[in-house]
């Protein structure tokens, strides 16, 4: 058999990297463009959850993972204003115990530098930087990408199919005129970084945690950070009205560390940053032979770190089709559309509406309501079909599972 023809993959991010990672282990040759000119360095995603770590281990990643990540089998939910933990929940007691049971805290640039490297090694696979994507032509056989790589003319790059992994603000995507269907949020969100190891201020205090506040919940998690000793991301939301000079002020950091961490002195903050967050799903994933995956398909807010999970899991679900038409000679289009309707489900019936339902029960400032949810949350932590049962959408599970069984 001929070797198939390659797959452009636009956005060397970790959906990108992925997908041409898992292309490459199918035997399918790739390209993978990207317009920097080296991997960015931004751990806003960095939780890995169980079914994404066990795809990371059919990849043949995993191990990397854990030398570069941490293990987090639990996450606790805690009540800002009384300052109680509300419940915890831990994925090794669950009674159906997933293979790998629990969340991996493995930053995507981590990601991404492990894999670029093997792909500009393989003789299956280029690595195209500072490469930027100006057009898409369709074909009746494939596709044409126009593209311009730093101080270099124009050239056309010839495909089977392109694949835009390119992030919310996809080229492809815009490129190709699919709807970006949804909503922005009218507020911008806080991440603020710091190596100040938070377990050492109360044992409540785990890897992952996610803190109740009628006026300003939080998000804090631990990962490894670049040096490896501990990084410390705090994520919360700002009011419309403040503005980037005031949200930046370092008094007004400090503030919203110490309201939800007290502690004597004041942190030493590594990175500060806001950004504005989206609730988006493509109308399709497919089109012709134009494809989309990762935040260029869909976007959600960070409250459950769902983001860059359901685009690992585009990517997956993505080659074994990708691979059943280059390599067997399966009938394109009803594996694409198909992909497409799994991938949706996903989105819309889990991520989109469990990382809003999210938002929504930290963030809840009406007293009754705000007491009603915060009580299901304690049950939950504590009844063992219910415990499993929010683990299980909260960490993704029933997300894969559902929508893999769509026809």
């Not at 992994?165 to 949020?185: M, P």
């Not at 806001?274 to 399709?284: D, G, L, P, W």
Request: hydrophobic share 40%.
């Amino acid at each position: 058999m001929a070797s198939p023809r390659k797959v452009i993959i636009v956005g060397a991010g970790p959906i990108g990297a992925v997908l041409a990672w898992a292309l490459r282990r199918k035997g399918v040759p790739v390209i993978l463009i990207e317009a920097l000119a080296e991997p960015e360095i931004d751990c806003r995603a960095a939780s890995c959850h169980p079914p994404t770590v066990a795809m990371l281990s059919q990849l043949g990643l995993l191990e990397d993972g854990l030398m570069q990540g941490l293990v987090s089998p639990v996450f606790n939910y805690l009540d800002r204003p009384t300052g109680a933990l509300v419940a915890r929940f831990d994925i090794r007691e669950m009674q159906d115990v997933p293979s790998h049971p629990y969340v991996l805290q493995w930053e995507q640039y981590k990601i991404v530098k492990t894999i670029v490297p093997r792909l500009q090694a393989d003789d299956g696979a280029e690595v195209r930087m500072s490469t930027r994507l100006i057009d898409i032509e369709q074909t009746a056989d494939g596709v044409k990408a126009r593209v311009q790589t730093d101080g270099q003319a124009e050239e056309i790059i010839k495909g089977a199919y392109i694949v835009g992994c390119d992030g919310a603000r996809s080229t492809v995507r815009k490129l190709t005129g699919f709807e970006f269907e949804g909503f922005t949020w009218p507020e911008r969100f806080l991440k603020i970084d710091t190596y100040f190891d938070f377990t050492t201020l109360r044992p409540e205090i785990d890897n992952r945690n996610y803190f109740a506040d009628p006026d300003e919940w939080l998000n804090l998690f631990k990962a490894r950070g670049p040096e490896g000793d501990g990084q410390w991301r705090a994520v919360g939301p700002t009011l419309p009205e403040q503005t980037e000079e005031e949200l930046l002020d370092p008094d007004f950091i400090e503030a919203r560390l110490q309201k939800f961490c007290p502690k004597p002195g004041r942190y030493e903050i590594a990175t500060a940053a806001t950004y504005r967050v989206h609730q988006r799903v493509a109308s399709s994933f497919n089109k012709g032979r134009v494809l989309l995956a990762g935040d260029a398909a869909h976007v959600n807010n960070p409250v459950g770190g769902m983001g860059m999970n359901g685009g690992i899991h585009d990517a997956v679900n993505l080659t074994e089709k990708l691979a059943q038409i280059l390599l067997e000679g399966a009938e394109a289009e009803p594996l694409l559309d198909r992909y497409t309707r799994q991938r949706r489900k996903a989105q819309t019936d889990f991520v989109q509406a469990q990382s809003i339902q999210n938002k929504k029960t930290l963030g809840e400032a009406d007293p009754t309501v705000r007491a009603a949810n915060l009580e299901a949350i304690r049950v939950a932590g504590i009844t063992p079909d219910l415990h499993d049962a929010f683990i299980r959408r909260a960490c993704m599970i029933d997300a894969v599972k559902v929508a893999d069984a769509v026809l």
